[in-house]
């Protein structure tokens, strides 16, 4: 089985992983058009870089400067796109007069990696998904400003940052403690969070109960990946199929791509995938990590093994890749 990968030509560009349900899926935009293509653990993906990268636009928009962006950009917009779609962003509270209803959420991501934050209750946990969230529950519900206090109290009296970077996660995921230990993180800062109720949260705020999440059989981070397939076996065999027994853990990703090239080949097998990170099994036996926020504004062709780029061989990448925690860049391409 392979994760579609759209044909070069049509103008179809990548826009990136999407949660919007206990599944990724990659979005693909052309112009106003949108289309996704569902990934599954066990899959094959492989695509060949094309082209130079540009701009993704904002808010459903395309760039008006069609613009090219450095590769190494995670956010894939020129600066007037980035900047217009900042404006429009709940975190930039110029929407006081949201009429929706708002989640207050608390995240862990890893060992003394926890934070607070905001969502649409609407959106459910899709939120939490994107972002790598390991484990959350939902703190409490009501008007977005409401919500944006209890988040900016919360924030100075437990000293969480707003934000934890990607990197960090991506160095902390393959050596997960256990369930009951991730629970009783999350239950720790919920019994921290909840002991400041009427010390400065607004009463239009109504506390939700402690309720964890575990996220980690979501993202597929419980699985192993099973060996390449033996000479004379098909790729499908070789492989687990999506609910079928595996190993109790995935093996920890060491490498993560750094940047796509014109001509760059991505290909691996899905073996995880948390926020926007793609964690694919390669030939020599371990894991690279494609952060899709660095491949969206390029045009990919879909590449498999056997056919399209025989001198593919070994890791089956040859993009620059960086040591995930080092910060060292792997010379040349792999």
């Excluded at 900016?152 to 437990?158: F, G, H, K, Q, S």
């Excluded at 899905?270 to 926020?293: E, K, N």
């Excluded at 045009?299 to 890791?315: I, N, S």
């Amino acid at each position: 089985m392979t994760c579609a990968v759209r044909e070069s030509g049509g103008g179809w560009r990548c826009a990136g992983v999407r949660w919007p349900r206990e599944a990724p899926v990659l979005g693909w935009s052309r112009g106003g058009d949108r289309r996704v293509s569902v990934l599954a653990y066990g899959a094959g993906l492989g695509f060949r870089a094309v082209g130079e990268r540009h701009c993704v636009g904002a808010r459903g928009n395309v760039c008006p400067l069609g613009a090219v962006v450095p590769g190494r950009s995670t956010g894939g917009r020129c600066a007037e796109c980035a900047r217009l779609d900042r404006a429009h962003s709940v975190a930039a509270d110029t929407m006081a007069d949201d009429p929706r209803t708002y989640r207050v959420y608390l995240a862990w991501f890893g060992p003394g990696m926890v934070k607070v934050g905001i969502t649409g209750e609407e959106r459910g946990a899709a939120r939490l998904r994107e972002q790598g969230a390991v484990a959350f529950s939902w703190l409490g519900r009501g008007p977005l400003m409401a919500a944006r206090r209890t988040e900016e109290v919360l924030r100075a009296a437990l000293g969480v940052p707003d934000r934890i970077p990607y990197a960090k996660k991506r160095a902390v995921r393959g050596q997960l403690p256990g369930t009951e230990e991730r629970a009783g993180a999350v239950a720790e800062l919920y019994a921290r969070a909840a002991a400041l109720e009427g010390r400065g949260w607004p009463e239009s705020l109504e506390r939700l109960p402690l309720e964890v999440v575990d996220q980690v059989g979501v993202f597929g981070l419980d699985r192993a990946p099973d060996p390449e397939p033996a000479p004379g076996r098909s790729v499908r065999e070789g492989w687990t199929a999506p609910g079928r027994a595996v190993r109790e853990s995935a093996p920890a990703p060491v490498r993560s791509v750094r940047e796509l090239v014109d001509g760059g080949v991505v290909a691996g097998r899905l073996v995880a995938a948390a926020g926007p990170d793609l964690h694919l099994a390669v030939a020599d036996g371990g894991v690279v990590v494609l952060d899709t926020r660095l491949i969206t504004g390029w045009d990919l062709t879909a590449v498999t093994r056997a056919t399209e780029v025989p001198e593919v061989t070994g890791t089956d990448v040859r993009v620059p890749l960086i040591d995930i925690g080092g910060g060292g860049v792997q010379g040349g391409l792999f």
